[in-house]
């Protein structure tokens, strides 16, 4: 565990993996909740939000400054997609036929 003083916005577990996401950039994967190792996200924004994509296995960040993340490979590497607009506070990933994800400034 990283104890810093940066503050964490998420958490999710999914794929028999938990994931944090936080200011400056901050992600953190653990297998039990107990030992984290902080992950390269490749942004200094403050990331708020995090979802699962089951059905293609697929993290989804998104972030302050139109920051979007995605992640294939349970958080390790981070590519960087292009956002349709204001800064993000939350996703949500709805696992239904149609599947979609909603993304939202509250």
């Known amino acids: 565990y990283d104890a810093t003083s940066q503050p964490l916005r998420d958490v999710i577990y999914a794929d028999s993996i938990w994931m944090t996401v936080g200011d400056n950039g901050r992600i953190q994967t653990s297998t039990d909740g107990l030992r984290w190792t902080t992950q390269t996200s490749g942004t200094t924004q403050d990331l708020n939000g995090i979802t699962y994509a089951t059905e293609t296995d697929t993290f989804v960040v998104v972030g302050d400054n139109n920051v979007i993340l995605q992640s294939t490979d349970s958080g390790v590497t981070w590519t960087a997609r292009i956002s349709p607009g204001l800064s993000q506070r939350y996703i949500k990933h709805d696992n239904s ?6 993304l939202g400034r509250n």
């Open 97 to 102: 036929v149609t599947s979609r994800n909603s």
